[in-house]
């Protein structure tokens, strides 16, 4: 596949339109979970819900292990994610403590001391990536 | 005749609105970011707006996977607060001027900007958000003060429209406005970022550098900003930080040269820097 521009940029997965066809029932799935009813219907038996939506074994796999990066990196956007999450008393903050591996205290940590700093996190060969 | 007065540009952080509807805001962590507000809910008192055209991002609530309009104007009657998954919000129905809606979607099409129009909508935090710090506690049985018209801008799926293609926008959404009969005061918001990554091991990013140097533009040099190009907002400002896009819209409606009345800025809210900005058009 021809490498796109945003390629470079380190710890990053831009969600374009191969992300979204490839995610597409895995988001599907997350979003349902906006709704009550079908939180109830997730929470009562996750593997008699989830085979409502065609996602691959791997996706299906990420989501009963809820493997936040992985869901990512199989096509699923952070505003799909993040209901997943919420269904789990997750919130934003404290997923991206898991996502980042930090934790959520010290993710919150950094947050408080202005973020994290955009130096050295431009490109991959600052992350000692290709 | 209806006439654009001014432009606010301002985040549109979710825990902002949780913050306001818990009544956490007077807490150590929020104080600092509900005080650059203060000013502008006492400038929104004196400026009195008929309409707000809110310019903002739905978060995957009207508009799943199923359906990705790039540019979306409300022209129903109302649209209701909706569930995100914690429930609505306790604030009220937003109602629209839906003639004025109806004109500006007409004009919009004339002028080649192909939107589609909604009859139906709910609206999240996006749009209900800026209302909440611009406007302070409104409760669910009050009523906004204004009318407002919702524009609903892609920016989660790659690629959001480009800054040029916004601030031109901008412009026609002026020609709309300006043309319409009746003599209305109408307050452009253009909402979200600014800098911010939500997802992947690179969350948390911020660059506060970059952001101040995008506040000034947005005073003193609308043209060089809206040739940012994507690569740079999603490098340089976290992948959610494409949401200043939209900022460019609001810009757009304005005069060349504006009058810069209130600016704030403060890191963090939750995952976010929260900017805002008041731009006036000079007489």
Request: hydrophobic residues 35%; proline residues 4%; negative net charge.
């Amino acid at each position: 596949m021809t490498e796109k521009e945003y390629d470079k940029i380190p710890g990053t997965i831009v969600f374009d339109a191969d992300k979204s066809r490839e995610g597409y029932h895995l988001n599907q799935f997350c979003i349902s979970l906006r709704l009550q009813k079908n939180r109830d219907a997730f929470n009562k038996n996750e593997e008699a819900y989830l085979d409502a939506y065609p996602m691959s074994k791997e996706q299906r796999e990420a989501v009963l292990k809820r493997e936040w990066n992985l869901l990512l990196e199989l096509g699923g956007n952070i505003y799909y994610t993040s209901k997943l999450a919420a269904n789990d008393g997750i919130n934003f903050q404290n997923l991206a403590g898991r996502m980042t591996g930090m934790g959520v205290d010290s993710y919150r940590e950094m947050m408080l001391k202005g973020g994290r700093s955009i130096e050295g996190n431009r490109d991959k060969s600052e992350w000692g990536e290709d | 005749m209806a006439k654009i007065m001014a432009g606010v540009g301002c985040s549109h952080v979710p825990a902002i609105g949780v913050a306001m509807d818990t009544g956490i805001t007077h807490e150590e962590y929020w104080r600092p970011v509900f005080e650059g507000f203060k000013k502008s809910r006492e400038w929104m008192k004196k400026q009195n707006p008929d309409v707000i055209f809110l310019v903002y991002n739905d978060h995957c609530t009207a508009f799943d996977a199923r359906c990705i309009p790039t540019f979306a104007l409300g022209c129903g009657a109302e649209f209701q607060p909706a569930d995100e998954g914690w429930g609505p919000r306790p604030v009220p129905t937003v109602k629209n001027h839906q003639k004025m809606a109806s004109h500006i979607a007409q004009s919009l099409v004339l002028h080649e900007f192909d939107i589609t129009i909604m009859n139906e909508m709910e609206v999240d935090h996006g749009l209900t958000v800026p209302l909440s710090v611009m406007f302070g506690d409104i409760k669910r049985n009050d009523e906004w003060p204004a009318l407002v018209i919702p524009l609903c801008v892609n920016v989660v799926q790659y690629p959001a429209p480009t800054g040029n293609r916004c601030y031109n926008l901008g412009k026609a959404i002026r020609r709309a406005i300006e043309s319409y009969e009746e003599d209305l005061n109408v307050i452009i918001f253009g909402t979200g970022g600014m800098s911010h990554q939500l997802q992947y091991k690179r969350a948390g990013l911020i660059n506060s550098d970059w952001d101040k140097r995008f506040l000034d533009l947005m005073t003193m040099d609308p043209v060089g900003a809206s040739q940012i190009t994507h690569l740079e907002y999603l490098r340089e400002t976290g992948s959610e930080g494409i949401e200043m896009v939209m900022w460019l819209i609001m810009r757009g409606a304005l005069n060349e040269n504006v009058t810069e009345v209130h600016r704030h800025y403060h890191v963090p809210a939750s995952n976010t820097a929260v900017g805002h900005i008041i731009l006036e058009n000079n007489a």
